[in-house]
């Protein structure tokens, strides 16, 4: 064999095996951690994701690389779930009511008014609840990196305004396919109705359901003021959604690599937390001037309807995690 030939197989060899060849660099090397979303490009939360995966991507010193899949490539809640405990995905963003099925202490954000401030939220978080839920997800194969504000949920029709628990008698609102929120729903007096979120806006617009409940910024980012005309402020549910990565794969990261990415997802929660804040100062505005009214209420008859609830599932929820919310509310 020709001597130069052969030095140049071997080196070519060299360069493949160090992931030099391909394209001049080294990216072959970095390790891939895909991120998975069900939202739509249009909603804030991808926002918040790419700017995550740009803290690491832009990182010079970094060789980890994150790709973000929205609107449900990857699969819905679920399937993003299953699929970073079979090793398919490594991060998802998925709410706290489609993690309760893997983790039942998230059902504690399916309680009816056991929040009812975002200070009581944050307080809940950073104390005994946080610390709960951080072990629950840890037992069920995941690492915590981020948690998203998503506001409060409230409910939104095509039919009448919603002033008092009377005025919700027969209407068919949508809810996640959750038992303790349809629970929750049927006790204020509306009909439960689940229906897969991509769904939704065509069945307000063909009038399989009359109306649904959605947080103001989510609410106006999926256009369904188009499809509805009332909006009230009922703030029955804090919706929370959280940030999570494959705890095999986080384990399998190099000190230096668990610090990066670590320290990206706080920096994303406190970029996310305050992007959100800042929009929900403007978005109600911006849901009148697209033809939505837009009512508040007194929560009080709301709030006394579905105390029961809060105790009633603590064999579900975890009365530990219970107790502790309870700590920090009004």
């Known amino acids: 064999m020709n001597r130069k030939f052969f030095f140049g197989v071997l080196l070519v060899m060299a360069l493949v095996a160090t992931g030099l060849f391909a394209n001049g660099s080294s990216e072959q090397s970095k390790v891939l951690l895909k991120f998975s979303d069900q939202v739509s490009e249009d909603n804030p939360h991808v926002q918040a994701d790419n700017y995550f995966a740009d803290l690491i991507n832009q990182n010079e010193s970094s060789d980890l690389e994150v790709q973000v899949f929205p609107n449900s490539q990857l699969g819905g809640a679920r399937e993003s779930l299953e699929g970073m405990q079979s090793g398919t995905i490594e991060i998802a963003k998925v709410s706290a009511a489609a993690l309760s099925s893997f983790c039942p202490e998230f059902s504690i954000f399916s309680l009816p008014y056991v929040f009812v401030s975002k200070d009581e939220v944050k307080a809940a978080l950073e104390g005994e609840v946080g610390e709960i839920l951080q072990s629950s997800l840890n037992d069920a194969g995941f690492e915590l990196l981020a948690y998203y504000d998503t506001g409060f949920r ?125 929009l929900e100062e403007s978005v109600l505005g911006d849901l009148t001037a697209e033809g939505m009214k837009i009512n508040d209420l007194d929560l009080s008859d709301f709030r006394m309807a579905v105390k029961d609830i809060i105790y009633e599932n603590a064999d579900l929820v975890g009365k530990e995690i219970i107790d502790a919310a309870m700590k920090v509310t009004q």
């Open 154 to 278: 409230s409910i939104f029709n095509g039919k009448r305004p919603i002033e008092s628990l009377e005025d919700l008698s027969g209407l068919k609102i949508r809810v996640m396919n959750d038992p303790i929120m349809i629970e929750a729903i049927n006790t204020l007096g509306a009909l439960a109705t689940p229906i897969a979120y991509s769904e939704l806006y065509s069945a307000l617009k063909q009038g399989v359901v009359d109306g649904a409940e959605q947080p103001p910024v989510a609410l106006f980012a999926q256009k369904f003021y188009e499809v509805s005309d009332y909006y009230s402020m009922t703030n029955h549910f804090y919706d929370l959604n959280v940030v999570i990565i494959s705890k095999p794969v986080f384990d399998s990261l190099t000190d230096d690599q668990k610090k990066t990415v670590k320290a990206a997802a706080q920096e994303t929660q406190k970029y996310e937390w305050e992007l959100w804040n800042e």
